[in-house]
């Protein structure tokens, strides 16, 4: 599913590279370390988070993951929006915590 | 004898940089895909080097990442001017973390470094001495592990 259908369908504010949203999404992963996305995300990936430093930009675009939501209604970092502006990594935002928007992007991508 | 490197170069890392952090792992992944190494080892690659420069900025005052790549195999070799670490065995279990509050609220620090660098390369060395820095050798095979099982990269 391509990521800017996952955006229409949940709602999601899309805050960084917007011109990226062609980006195919294979599957999703879950976490705030960052260690642990960077060891077992896969290429693809939409990457849920509320981490919002700049750092999530890299880890994202080293795995080439799809693109990153960040939950409940947090704003990337001024550097972290730029970077990611910069490296064509689409940061989308939800009001929503991680187990619902989680729930509703396997409803849309594991039907 | 250690075959000789079709490509090698050195980077910086500065210490508690945190902005600049994943800067050196991107230019190594963008030069492992520009000479053609397979996607497989580049994604393994990027993580031991990211991983890499995460321990660095997080400990170190400075350090070096080299890159070497040869047809068999890509070594990485990180130098650091750190506080060394005084019990390699215990640093290298996942969950061991010696981090501070700050480094960990950003998601560091979980014990994780060490060992996924063991985890996606073939070979790990490391050698530290406590007040000096440390110093951690890794490569990650460009062919099949199984069919060499007594070839290591310091070897070959």
């Not at chain 1, 960052?34 to 930009?57: C, F, P, Y």
């Not at chain 2, 490197?5 to 980077?11: H, N």
Request: some cysteine.
């Amino acid at each position: 599913m391509e990521l800017e259908t996952l955006v229409h369908e949940l709602d999601l504010k899309v805050a960084c590279a917007e011109g990226q949203l062609k980006k195919e999404v294979k599957g999703g992963y879950v976490g705030d370390l960052l260690s642990d996305v960077m060891a077992n995300s896969k290429e693809g990936d939409i990457w849920i988070t509320r981490q919002v430093h700049q750092n999530i930009v890299a880890v994202a675009s080293l795995k080439d993951l799809a693109g990153i939501i960040l939950i409940q209604g947090s704003e990337p970092a001024h550097d972290t929006a730029a970077k990611a502006n910069a490296e064509g990594i689409p940061i989308l935002v939800t009001d929503l915590p991680a187990f619902e928007i989680v729930g509703q992007i396997y409803k849309l991508i594991k039907p | 004898m250690r075959e000789s490197s079709k490509f090698e170069k050195s980077f910086d890392v500065e210490g508690g940089s945190f902005q600049k952090a994943g800067n050196v792992s991107g230019q190594i992944k963008s030069i492992l895909k520009d000479l053609g190494v397979p996607t497989d080892i580049v994604r393994k690659v990027a993580i031991i080097c990211y991983e890499s420069e995460i321990n660095i900025v997080s400990y170190a005052k400075k350090g070096t990442i080299t890159l070497a790549v040869t047809d068999n195999a890509v070594n990485i070799e990180t130098k650091d001017e750190g506080p060394g670490i005084p019990d390699i065995d215990l640093a290298m279990k996942e969950g061991y973390s010696t981090a501070t509050a700050a480094v960990r609220e950003m998601g560091f620090g979980a014990g994780m470094g060490l060992a996924n660098m063991k985890k996606y390369s073939d070979h790990l060395i490391i050698t530290s001495e406590v007040g000096v820095g440390t110093c951690v050798k890794m490569t990650v095979m460009n062919f099949p592990k199984l069919l060499h099982p007594d070839l290591t990269p310091f070897n070959i």
